[in-house]
Each structure stands twice: as structure tokens, then as C-alpha cells.
């Protein structure tokens, strides 16, 4: 990982950088009107290397609470940046965010993306089920979905 790499909570002025971050990586990417709708609702936060938007992750506590439960909705880095550790930087700062906030994290995965289940289960995922064709393709029909879940320890 490179120099003058953090983690802040995500102010609206990252907004723009996002949503260009995610026309790259995503099949369907989230719209800016979605992304401001998740800074109002969520925690959101970006990774920056100096002042440069590089990451960004959106976090959704569902039950609070020490026993509750959190989903991850949204996790990217810039493509330029990626195989570099910073995902996994981010999962983790992430984690710690939940520490006393939840006790499980939730996230769902396209079946396909062997990038983002490789750094899952690196970070102590595991698969609790299938989606059958549960996300469409761009080039028409549809690809089935995992969905992951994580304990959350305190302390994390
Ligand atoms: C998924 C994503 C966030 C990972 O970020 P990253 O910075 O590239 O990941 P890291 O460098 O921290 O790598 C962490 C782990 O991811 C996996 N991984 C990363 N790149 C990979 C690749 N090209 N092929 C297979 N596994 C890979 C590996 O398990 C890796 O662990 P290792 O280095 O010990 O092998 C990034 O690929 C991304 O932005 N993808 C597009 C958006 C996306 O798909 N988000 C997830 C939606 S569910």
C-alpha cells in the first residue's frame, strides 16, 4: 500500500469523485442521487490517498444494537488502485466501525466476481446462500447471487 493513505467519513464533496469511481467497477452502478441518499441514511465512508478519492464503502446498520445485524451495500476501489491491499484496509476499517454497533455483517455478491469473494472470505466470510438468478446481465439474462455473512467481535 502506498504513502498518505485514510479512511474519513464521507462528506458531499466526494460525491462526484464516487459516483465516477463506480461508473468504472459496477455492471449497475448507483447513481449520485443514490449515493447523497446514502450519506443522508447511512455510514459512508472514503478512502483518500492525499486529497484523491480512491475508495469508498457504504455501510447500513439494520438492527442496532450490540446483537443486531449491519449489511454492506456498497464497496469499491478506484481500478487503478486495486490489488494493493486497500479493500481489504477498507473491509477492516469497516469492521471496526461496527464493533458495538452490530454483531453480524451481511453483504451480497455476484457469483462472478471472484475479486470481491477472494477478499470476503480472506476477511472471514462465509457463504449462508444462493440467490438463483438473482442479478440481471447487461448482455440480458442473470447470474445468481451469494449471500455472505461475518461475526463482528468486540474490539475489532
Ligand atoms: C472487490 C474490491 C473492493 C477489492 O479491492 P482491492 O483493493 O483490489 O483488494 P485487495 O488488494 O485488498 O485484495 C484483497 C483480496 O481480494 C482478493 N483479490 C483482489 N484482487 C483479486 C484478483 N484480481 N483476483 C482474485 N482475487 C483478488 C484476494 O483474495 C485478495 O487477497 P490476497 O491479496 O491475500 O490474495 C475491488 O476489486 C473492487 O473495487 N471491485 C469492483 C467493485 C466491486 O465488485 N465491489 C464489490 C461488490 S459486492
Not at 474519513?8 to 469523485?17: E, Q
Not at 470476503?120 to 442479478?135: A, I, P
Request: hydrophobic share 40%.
Amino acid at each position: 500500500m502506498g504513502q498518505d493513505i485514510s479512511i474519513v467519513s464521507t462528506a458531499s464533496s466526494h460525491l462526484k469523485s464516487i459516483a465516477a469511481i463506480e461508473i468504472q467497477v459496477s455492471p449497475h452502478p448507483w447513481s449520485l442521487v443514490q449515493f447523497s441518499e446514502s450519506l443522508a441514511n447511512h455510514s459512508c465512508y472514503t478512502l483518500l490517498q492525499g486529497q484523491a478519492v480512491t475508495g469508498y464503502a457504504v455501510l447500513s446498520v439494520i438492527l442496532p444494537g450490540t446483537d443486531g445485524e449491519a449489511e454492506l451495500l456498497n464497496i469499491a476501489v478506484l481500478p487503478e488502485c486495486q490489488g494493493q491491499g486497500l479493500g481489504r484496509y477498507l473491509l477492516g476499517f469497516c469492521l471496526g466501525r461496527l464493533a458495538g454497533r452490530a454483531s453480524r455483517l451481511f453483504l451480497e455478491v455476484r457469483a462472478s466476481n471472484i475479486q470481491a469473494i477472494g477478499l470476503y472470505l480472506g476477511m472471514g466470510f462465509r457463504q449462508v446462500s444462493r440467490r438463483r438468478d438473482y442479478y440481471s446481465l447487461a448482455s440480458g439474462g442473470s447470474e445468481d447471487g451469494l449471500l455472505m455473512m461475518r461475526s463482528i467481535t468486540h474490539g475489532e
